[in-house]
């Protein structure tokens, strides 16, 4: 049977418990929302395929737990991602200090190459927010990550922070192809 993709790339979604990781995985791979809090046991994950420049690509996206219980089981997952997202929440000051211990736990567990971007989720949630714009790109900028705010809820920024951190790790890949086997 002829293969129905050009390129698996395997992404993890990572952040504290109840940030929204299940969500943006929900609202990227079925376009759905539903607001009841059901939080990972372990680890889960989605699939799907999206078509960049010309080819096809296969994203198998892990959903981490963000419980501290399970740190252990999600924590062996990091080192088979090509990308990472780390997600904080908006409207919670705490879940947005911890990104700095998740990029911690990243340097240590994770592919030293593994592209990264940063999402500030819940965008929807105006009235609470607590954390601006501002400060998510400067956090960013520190670390040389990608950033962009999404919300799960109103589907805002989910799809083209995804497409985004497929395109920076394909365009990794064919870089690393022209230098190993020059035209
Ligand atoms: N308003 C709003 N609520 C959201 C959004 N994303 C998630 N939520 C709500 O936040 C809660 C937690 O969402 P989850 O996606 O389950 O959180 P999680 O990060 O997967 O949590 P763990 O699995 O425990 O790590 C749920 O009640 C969601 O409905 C969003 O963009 N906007
Ligand atoms: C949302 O999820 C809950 C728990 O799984 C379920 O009982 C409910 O029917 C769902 N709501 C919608 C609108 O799908
Ligand atoms: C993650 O990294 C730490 C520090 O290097 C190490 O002690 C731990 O065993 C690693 N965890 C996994 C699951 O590989
Ligand atoms: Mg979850």
Request: charged share 30%.
């Amino acid at each position: 049977m002829a293969k129905t993709y050009d390129f698996l790339f395997k992404l993890l979604l990572i952040g504290d418990s109840g940030v929204g990781k299940t969500c943006i995985l929900v609202r990227f791979s079925e376009d759905a929302f539903n607001s009841t809090f059901i939080s990972t046991i372990g680890i889960d994950f989605k699939i799907r395929t999206v078509e960049i420049d010309g080819k096809k690509i296969k994203l198998q996206i892990w959903d981490t737990a963000g419980q501290e219980r399970f740190r252990t089981i999600t924590t062996a997952y990091y080192r088979g991602a090509m990308g990472i997202m780390l997600v904080y929440d908006v409207t919670s000051e705490k879940s947005f200090d911890n990104i700095r211990n998740w990029i911690r736990n990243i340097e240590e567990n994770a592919s030293s190459d593994v592209d990264k971007m940063i999402l500030g989720n819940k965008c929807d949630l105006s009235e609470s927010r607590v954390i601006s714009t501002e400060r998510g790109k400067l956090l960013a900028d520190e670390h040389g990550v990608k950033f962009m705010e999404t919300s799960a809820k109103s589907g805002f920024h989910v799809e083209t922070a995804f497409l985004m951190l497929a395109s920076d790790i394909k365009n990794k890949m064919d870089r690393k192809n022209v230098i190993t086997h020059p035209p």
